[in-house]
Nanobody, 119 residues
Framework: QVQLVESGGRLVQPGGSLKLSCTGSESTFKTYNMAWFRQAPGKEREFVAGISRSDDNTYYADSVKGRFTISRDNAKNTVELQMHALTPEDTGVHYC????????????WGQGTQVTVSS
């Protein structure tokens, strides 16, 4: 399994921007499908954005299309989520996930980082 550590979550005002980072432990990081999920209080964990291992294709939930961008740097074993135009509905614990085979990736998880969008 790959160990994942997220960072970057904090309190931000509506309309603001934030970048989350996820660092993986494996030298084979580039062979993993990667994704960000989030979980709001009282709700199920939901897919936000993902990036494939083979061709770096990206996928987004409808609610974040045009506002969020996922990217990866395999040399640094990192995947980032750039978020713009944040709304209170984006509030929640954001998790990084990885899987060498399946899509969306759900095998390995980080501990999560809290994003709170509030004035």
């Amino acid at each position: 399994q790959v160990q994942l550590v997220e960072s970057g979550g904090r309190l931000v005002q509506p309309g603001g921007s934030l970048k989350l980072s996820c660092t993986g432990s494996e030298s084979t990081f580039k062979t993993y499908n990667m994704a960000w999920f989030r979980q709001a209080p009282g709700k199920e964990r939901e897919f936000v954005a993902g990036i494939s291992r083979s061709d770096d294709n990206t996928y987004y939930a409808d609610s974040v299309k045009g506002r969020f961008t996922i990217s990866r740097d395999n040399a640094k074993n990192t995947v980032e989520l750039q978020m713009h135009a944040l709304t209170p509905e984006d509030t929640g614990v954001h998790y990084c996930a990885a899987d060498p085979t399946n899509w969306p990736p759900r095998r390995d998880w980080g501990q999560g980082t809290q994003v709170t969008v509030s004035s």
